[in-house]
């Protein structure tokens, strides 16, 4: 079956570091891959996506892309903030199999001033 | 425009008793979903309406947890009798239609199983 596995937490970082979360996935068919954030008492919120091979999604200084040849969709972001203290989530959507969406289990980000 | 509304956020209930959830997801959004997210893991799609039909509910315990949207607009989830393994935050999602949609959040409720 489809699986996310992501790097383990929590991550702690100065501000301005570079960031990179793992993620790798399984999928039987070709996926749409996902990055979702959680903040501090806020709903899982939509990050990022890429919906094919090679695709690239930003926002906010985020990206990841889609690496179909390594099962991979890596965030990265070149300086952080305080500000992106929050969870984040690896996910991915199988449209032909019912719409499955699976999620790695998280990553707390923590960064210090 | 108005997001996913959840309630209670929080719940406190004993295990053998009933308890059960509401959604309310945005306006014209014909797809819903509910979602297990026990304290350090990623969520779990428990079941998937397209408007008032089940698309999928195969990861639902179907012994215990039951969940309707019978108007296709809000929807329920019950759980009766609660196991102390039933202690998560369930989420309601929701997106305009099945496929390539985004899915919107709720805040979720937490459920607390003593």
């Known amino acids: 079956g489809n699986s996310v596995t992501q790097m383990e937490g929590p991550v702690t970082l100065s501000e301005e570091a570079f960031l990179t979360i793992n993620c790798t996935y399984t999928?039987?068919?070709?996926?749409?891959l996902f990055w979702y954030v959680q903040y501090p008492g806020e709903g899982l919120q939509l990050l990022l996506k890429?919906?094919?091979?090679?695709d690239k999604g930003s926002n906010k200084g985020f990206e990841a892309t889609y690496r179909k040849e390594t099962t991979s969709f890596h965030l990265e972001k070149g300086s952080v903030q305080v500000s992106d203290s929050a969870v984040y989530f690896c996910?991915?959507?199988?449209?032909?199999?019912?719409?499955?969406?699976?999620f790695g289990a998280g990553t707390r980000l923590t960064v210090k001033p | 425009e108005a997001g996913v509304a959840q309630s209670p956020r929080y719940k406190i209930i004993e295990k053998r008793q009933s308890v059960a959830f509401w959604c309310n997801p945005i306006?014209?959004?014909?797809?819903l979903y509910w979602y297990q997210q026990i304290l350090g893991q990623g969520p779990k799609l428990l079941i998937q309406?397209?408007?008032?039909?089940?698309?999928?509910d195969s990861q639902l315990p179907k012994d215990r947890f039951s969940a309707e949207r019978l108007k296709g607009v809000d929807s329920t989830l019950k759980i009766q009798p609660a196991k102390l393994e039933d202690s998560a935050v369930y989420l309601c999602?929701?997106?305009?239609?099945?496929?390539?949609?985004?899915?919107?959040f709720g805040p979720g409720t937490r459920l607390t199983v003593t």
């Open positions: 999928a039987t068919g070709y996926p749409s």
């Open positions: 306006s014209g959004h014909a797809t």
């Open positions: 309406f397209q408007n008032n039909g089940v698309v999928d």
């Open positions: 890429a919906t094919k091979a090679d």
């Open positions: 996910a991915l959507r199988d449209l032909y199999n019912n719409n499955d969406m699976r």
């Open positions: 999602a929701s997106s305009l239609n099945q496929g390539g949609y985004e899915q919107y």
